[in-house]
């Protein structure tokens, strides 16, 4: 619903409601109808009714809503009506303001006040206020100048002039970001050469005909190919693989680094943790059988003479094709002989400083693979990883039955408590997620410890694991591996294994309080379960009051296991936000009026035009575009420049 203004007075006060849900209303009339003022921090009640009297006229400004069958603005901006003089520069502007700033008198009407004082300055002849888009640019895009769309965001004269003063300013912000980011793609591929793979050979031909376990998916089969023309054309690949979870990422680094060994080269795989490193060693063991490719893991854990000779030593002089690692692999003692690829997993949980060690590795940089199972939204990918070549697996391997995914109410605990007995007596597992690890008396949800407890006696008979943050990294995977090897049926864990181990007998993933997780990180703890041949279950439990918002994701995870589906809904949901931290994702920039949600067809423009820009002046000196390559550099002064690192 539209901002509205409507000039009444108060009729009356109330107070509603106890404790956190207590609410001041004032029943307000412009003599046809009645509207409720709301307000819901109890430590501006007072000062409300001091300053806003009865009987006395105001304008009011704010959104409608309706609750209970009845009008009521939330927090609306007031001002009396005498005092309130209506924008002689266009339509009237509306600034957000917290109750904070309205008790020092800082609200809507204040802050139009100082940008009309500085609007009508930014008039005086001697600012300057050139565009840094080229003429010949914004006639192609019909973009109105920069001064204007700057006064029309302020006080435009019509619905159509805000239209068009925030399309440019959108388009702005977006393309100089895409124009940032591929011109640093650009001289990356012009200046950082890589080592030539001409060879597809014994190796790969060898397990492709007679160890690979099934066939291939042509998602996969298509990427290796993507993979392939990258390593042969003498730059350095920087490639970002996408693949939900279960659809055969491991399998195509393997393959990858593979072809790496037939030219001659070693192969690097990093983890972000022990447990996973220990899981993709094992993985790659089975994979390779008896093949000569001689294949180490090196951990924190890995101590002494064993670190020393078969595993540093082999590095350095090439007798180790594969090392497998964590953060272990990045020490100076770690040399190779021939590093000519490195496949980062999950590569958020690595810092980026972290990763340029894997650069000093080598005279001629490593080839980069960055494997992720978060789906990224396209119009985030185009710009968290926009110098990186993108590729997708988006089909799941032949066999795999897609996980059922059920809402239980809280209150149904009988009939999950049955429903995770049945499939524990056919000999599988369980995991069972909360949102917090102990009892909090500000939120009115579930938390492990007492969990854990319950289960425990509901399920006497079981050995059942916990896991959470605030344990120690070696109790943590101490209880993780009891699991993984069968010792313990249940694991009651906190998100701690939202990116974690394979396990194909866990059949069961129970979220409690799912409405408190976004649907990216339900999905995640979703991907834990489905990994075997039998059918898997994921059970979202909430409480029986939600928000439309939260219906609409709780029922977008039953209908769909479509990762990318899931991770676009999202990013409507909730917007961008952090999606993996700034520095680490290399996302050095805040928007400010653009919205990757809901302005896909402006990036995919942006990215387009800053394309064409730079095959029209890729020297960047056409006379026109200075200012516009100026402006780029002054923005850039602020940011980190991480993109020499995948």
Known sequence: MPFVQVKGEILSFEEEGVGRKKRLIAHFTDGQGIVDLVWFQASTFKWIKKNYLIGKQYIVFGRPGVFKERINIPHPDIDPADTLQLGTMGLQPYYNTTERMKKGGLNSRSIERFTGTLFEKLKSPTV????????????????????????????????????????????????????????????????????????????????????????????????????????????????????????????????????????????????????????????????????????????????????????????????????????????????????????????????????????????????????????????????????LDVSVIDELPPGRKPIETRHFWEERTESLYHGIRTEIMKGRQVYVVYPLIKESEKMDIQDLENGYEELCHAFPDLKISKVHGQMKSSEKDAEMDRFVRGETQMLVATTVIEVGVNVPNASVMVIQNAERFGLAQLHQLRGRVGRGAEQSYCILVTKYQLSQDTKKRIQIMCETNDGFEIAEADLKFRGPGDLEGTQQSGMAFDLHIANLARDGQLVQLARDTANHILDEDPEQCKPDYIPMWTHLRELNKSTMDWSNIS
Request: contains cysteine; positive net charge.
């Open 128 to 387: 300057d206020f050139s565009d840094y888009l080229p003429v010949s640019l914004r006639q192609q895009l019909n973009l109105i100048p920069l001064w204007q769309s700057l006064h029309d965001l302020h006080y435009p004269d019509s619905a159509e002039a805000l239209r068009r003063a925030t399309y440019r300013q959108k388009f702005e912000e977006l393309f100089f970001i895409q124009l940032g980011i591929l011109r640093y793609a650009r001289q990356r591929q012009q200046q950082v050469f890589g080592h030539v793979f001409t060879r597809v050979g014994d190796h790969f031909n060898t397990f492709y005909h007679d160890y690979l376990p099934f066939e291939l998916t042509n998602a996969q089969k298509r990427v290796i190919r993507e993979m392939r023309r990258d390593m042969g054309s003498g730059k350095q690949m920087n490639r970002l693989l996408q693949g939900d979870v279960g659809s055969g990422k491991t399998l195509v680094a393997l393959m990858t680094m593979l072809i790496a060994l037939d030219n001659g080269y070693q192969a690097c795989l990093m983890a972000p943790t022990e447990i996973l490193a220990e899981q993709h060693y094992a993985t790659f063991q089975e994979f390779l059988k008896d093949m000569p490719v001689r294949v180490e893991l090196l951990t924190g854990a890995v101590k002494g003479k064993k670190r020393r000779d078969p595993i540093l030593e082999g590095t350095r002089t090439g007798e180790v094709h594969i090392l497998i690692g964590t953060h272990a692999v990045l020490e100076d003692t770690v040399e190779f002989s021939r590093l000519g690829l490195v496949v980062i997993d999950e590569q958020h949980r690595f810092g980026v400083a972290q990763r340029a060690r894997l650069w000093k590795k080598n005279e001629i940089p490593p080839h980069v693979l960055v494997m992720t199972a978060t789906p990224i939204p396209r119009t985030l990918a185009m710009t968290l990883y926009g110098d």
